[in-house]
């Protein structure tokens, strides 16, 4: 008999997968829009950084090595966790 339900499987992928979507995941990030804008002055806002901090770093970390995304500084948005003052590792950029 096979069991299905050994601890180990399930404890090796928790935390590192991200569980919405490309899309529900940028729509998420929408009130990042301003802060994240190629040469953008402006400082994400409270709202962008709850929405980062909820978001987590996985899924943003999706976001900005995933296709490319009109309007969007990967740069910039790479720089979120850090302006946020988020609480976990900052994304590595894929080559």
Avoid: H, W
Avoid at 8 to 36: D, H, M, W, Y
Wanted: charged share 15%; glycine share 6%.
């Amino acid at each position: 008999m096979v069991n299905y339900f050994e601890p180990g499987l399930v404890q090796e992928s928790k935390g590192i997968t991200c569980g919405n979507t490309f899309f529900s995941a940028l729509v998420q990030l929408i009130p990042c829009r301003t802060a994240v804008a190629p040469f953008s002055p402006i400082p994400p806002s409270e709202a962008c950084c709850a929405s980062v901090k909820s978001l987590g770093q996985p899924c943003l970390c999706v976001l900005v090595n995933g296709p490319p995304i009109s309007g969007v500084d990967r740069n910039m948005a790479l720089q979120l966790p850090q302006k946020c003052a988020a609480n976990f590792d900052p994304c590595e950029m894929m080559k």
